[in-house]
């Protein structure tokens, strides 16, 4: 018999684990489409929450941020720990990558000291298996003294044992992972005095901590943990205790407590590994660490670099010019002549109005922006998907610290060819505020998929690729120039590049075409309404005459500077609403969406820079004001204007000598 929703029993299970283990991926199989995105309370850090149903249980899952311990040296370190603390998940879930054993088991040994309810998804097995590695899962839980169930999470395989694994342990009633793994004698001896003491003389900590964690976090010198158990009544003379032992441990060992407890975990998790793992072929490299070796060595990898980003957009330029061509054919030449007719003759007053504005509008985002825009959309997912993004990163790091960045930046800019707001979104994965704020700073520049269609729509379609390819090579090389003098007018110094590289995988289709359509259903959602509404104010603008004042007052900065017809001051000033509007907007200001007809190579090439160069969208300026305040915001938005009429004065005068 089927329980109603109010007879389900509500848990809460939390995934934990390193970066680039496949937790997301587990996260996307528990909970499908049934998730939101939102950040952390008081971070800029996204949090990623779902739900499902399985058996009795309506299963809430929290995606916690891929860290590598609970110490609190970075945001997301910080946010785990609370969360595992404040929020006291039925479950934890620890994704631990399965060719990499050793390595992951740091941070389990972290989480056992937490000991929080803890059930290990061993994932990856498969990739393990390739590797020659075969692990006995049975022994790796007798001596975790958890549960660990073998997952592959791109395929969903262990997924449904893994929720009864999290089920037995909720039914259990057990709080606490019960694990017998100890450390070296002297170590495990001063943690148990001090874990003793801890529970006599500040219980009221040890009643939300561990006594054993805050044990082993004192002996860290963590600064958290000292504060906490300096409140306490007896806190002073619990450091003074701590800090006796830590003085006798370094003085013993000769090195820091921080690494000498390190070594510990580090000599636990090897013990264990020796145990479970045995090679059952010789290690050889896979297709995919040859694959890896050749992507990112020396100027054969740039090579392939540039061969990728060069097919890339070659790509969609011509798949985007080919759906171009054939939507137009279909719209304009079959669909909307009889409407227009059939229109003119029941609603005579208001045909103009619902074509050129409301249809029109729809018609010129499926025509214009579209074709250009979800072949973008798809080939980052599948660049995403493969894990080259990330090489990518590594074969650049050595120019983005040219302008004060390490590589990591890199991944920003190229989501910045998709969509400037989560390319700021992501500068997050910066290391320092500064790194951030640099990383954004250059990334708003890039021309996003909107811009894309401005480049491919008029100076692509009219003047040819190379002179597309011209555009962006421009571009990169200002985003560099000013990168660079951003650099020297903030200071500080740039971070040195570590980061892990997930092994290279075959995209599945069905999660780069799930990555596509949200991507491309978002942008819909988000501007169409504003296109037909930006549609439909210009027309109303061009009857009541308010265009043609606006186009007069503007007309010596648009005109005379850049070199425009007067009517380009419309979609310039109205592209912030979106910058796809630019292109759509000009079409209807100049009353032809052939644009040869009424632009000249050079006023094309300047019209395109000043769009792709000016104040960023609202969708862009919202994200910025969210992740970097006002000032900083308003200093990138002025910036940004400054150098598009600059650059679009300098280009007009120039092009005019030459072409």
């Known amino acids: ?56 249980y309506i299963i809430k899952v929290v995606d916690l941020p891929g860290i590598y311990s609970l110490s609190t040296y970075s945001i997301e370190e910080l946010i785990t720990r609370d969360y595992l603390v404040e929020e006291h998940p039925d479950v934890v879930v620890n994704v631990v990558d ?6 992951n088991l740091y941070f389990t040994l972290q989480l056992l000291e937490f000991e929080v309810p803890l059930v290990i998804a061993l994932n990856q097995v498969d990739f393990a298996a390739k590797k020659g590695l075969r692990i006995d899962v049975e022994k790796l839980s007798e001596l975790l003294g958890v549960p660990v169930i073998p997952t592959i999470a791109v395929t969903g395989s262990g997924i449904s044992e893994l929720l009864e694994a999290c089920i037995n342990v909720v039914k259990s009633g057990q709080r606490k992972a019960q694990s017998r793994l100890k450390y070296g004698k002297e170590v495990e001896e001063y943690v148990g005095k001090l874990s003793e003491v801890l529970k006599e003389k500040a219980s009221t900590l040890t009643l939300k901590y561990s006594a054993r964690w805050l044990a082993i976090k004192l ?17 002073q003379q619990i450091l003074a205790l701590a800090d006796a032992v830590i003085e006798h441990l370094e003085k013993m060992h000769g090195e820091n407590s921080i690494f000498i407890i390190a070594s510990e975990r580090y000599a636990v998790a090897n013990r264990i590994t020796s145990e479970v793992v045995k090679i059952t072929s010789p290690p050889k490299l896979t297709v995919e660490e040859k694959l890896s070796d050749l992507t990112t060595r020396g100027i054969l990898g740039y090579f392939i670099m540039v061969a990728i980003f060069a097919t890339v957009f070659a790509t969609i330029f011509y798949v985007g010019d080919f759906l171009v061509s054939v939507l137009e054919d279909f719209f304009f030449n079959l669909l909307l002549p009889p409407l227009e007719e059939i229109l003119t003759a029941i609603l005579p007053f208001l045909a103009g109005f619902i074509v050129e504005g409301l249809v029109g509008g729809v018609v010129a985002a499926l025509t214009v922006i579209l074709p250009y825009i979800v072949p973008l959309y798809l080939i980052l997912a599948v660049l995403q998907d493969s894990g080259y993004l990330p090489r990518a990163a590594f074969l650049m790091d050595n120019f983005m610290h040219k302008i004060g960045l390490h590589g990591k930046a890199f991944i920003p800019l190229l989501l910045g060819y998709g969509c400037s707001v989560p390319a700021c979104v992501s500068c997050r994965i910066m290391e320092s505020d500064r790194e951030r704020f640099l990383a954004a700073f250059v990334t708003v520049l890039i021309p996003c998929a909107a811009r894309t269609v401005i480049i491919l729509g008029l100076v692509g379609r009219y003047l040819g690729l190379p002179a597309a390819l011209a555009i962006y090579l421009f571009d990169l090389v200002l985003v560099f120039l000013l990168g660079r003098l951003a650099y020297r007018t903030f200071p500080g110094e740039p971070v040195g590049l570590v980061m892990e590289m997930p092994p290279y995988r075959r995209p599945l289709a069905r999660a780069v075409l799930m990555q596509t359509w949200s991507k491309t259903r978002d942008f819909i959602q988000i501007a169409l309404p504003i296109i037909i509404a930006g549609s439909l104010a210009l027309h109303l603008m061009d009857i009541s005459g308010l265009l043609e004042q606006a186009s007069r007052l503007l ?3 648009i005109s005379g500077w850049l070199g425009l017809p007067a009517v380009s001051s419309t979609p310039i000033v109205f592209g912030v609403l979106r910058k796809e509007l630019a292109l759509i907007l000009l079409g209807d200001a100049l009353g032809t969406f052939d644009f040869s007809l009424v632009l000249s190579p050079v006023q094309m090439v300047v019209f395109t820079l000043v769009s792709i160069l000016y104040i960023p969208c609202v969708s862009t300026i919202a994200a910025l004001l969210h992740e970097f305040g006002l000032k900083k915001t308003l200093f990138i938005v002025v910036v940004d204007i400054a150098l598009a009429l600059l650059v679009g004065g300098l280009a007009y005068r120039i092009l005019m000598l030459v072409m």
Do not use: Y
């Open 555 to 557: 007309e010596p900065l």
């Open 219 to 235: 002996l860290e010198k963590d600064p958290q943990v000292v504060e906490l158990v300096k409140r306490e009544g007896f806190g």
């Open 98 to 103: 399965a060719s990499a054993l050793e390595r």
């Open 1 to 56: 018999m089927l329980k109603t929703k109010a007879e389900l029993k509500h848990i809460t299970i939390a995934l934990a684990g390193n970066a680039n283990v496949g937790k997301s991926a587990i996260f996307n199989q528990l909970t499908g489409l049934n998730q939101t995105v939102s950040n952390w309370p008081g971070k800029t850090v996204e949090r990623a929450e779902g739900t499902l149903r399985f058996q009795d």
